[in-house]
């Protein structure tokens, strides 16, 4: 959460109205310069449930700092990123939860769903519904990757160590690069059909402009795994293919 008090009510309400509700909510304020307007609401909000904990940062550190931090104190199980500005469904825990328990699909370490593509003020979806399921290899991530942090559930109990999130990255490709680091240990990622967030496609946001992304994209194939240049080029190629089908209407 960074100088989010527009989303942050929507974005909180949403968890604690969750059907599932053995949940632990860590909010991360990654240093807002809004005057203490974020710090108040998720306060206001932690002094009616126990579950909502609120960590400040002194300092901006960016989305994967910000997450790093938030890992070092997390205690469940599973964990999932919700972006301030998002929105679960009512059953999205529940939902994934189901699923989870209900998988004969081994060493999957990475559980997302599908979602709705909204405006700013999430009241209208300004794309078609989005979802891309089955299971997904590290490859198949190369070329394309359909996951977010705000529909995915990680499954710590199968990795050796907590994995964090690259800082180094500047909250460019940063969630890609975590989803990726996990399934490099050996696990593959699996996706349902379920349509279970709102992801607010908002105007401002950094990955806003795809045609932005084509550099930090690049540099995951070349300054992250040190691929070589033919085999990024295909990569890439075949990302941008799969990034124009995504956004057509």
Known sequence: MRNASKYISQTIESVMAQSFTSW?????????????????????YSKKDSRIKLLCLQKNKGSSGARNEGLKIVQGRYLSFLDSDDIWHTDYLSTMYNHIQQNTIPKVAVYYCGYRRMDDDCKKSILPDYKDPGVKTVKKLLHHCPIFPSISIFDTSCLKEKVFFREELHSLRDDYVYVLDILMQGFVALGFEDILVDYRMRSDSITASKKKMITPQWNVYRKVYHLNFFTSCIYLFSWAVNGLKKYHR
């Open 24 to 44: 632990e909510l860590i909010v991360v304020d990654d240093a807002s310069t809004d005057g203490g307007k974020c710090k108040n609401i998720v306060n206001e």
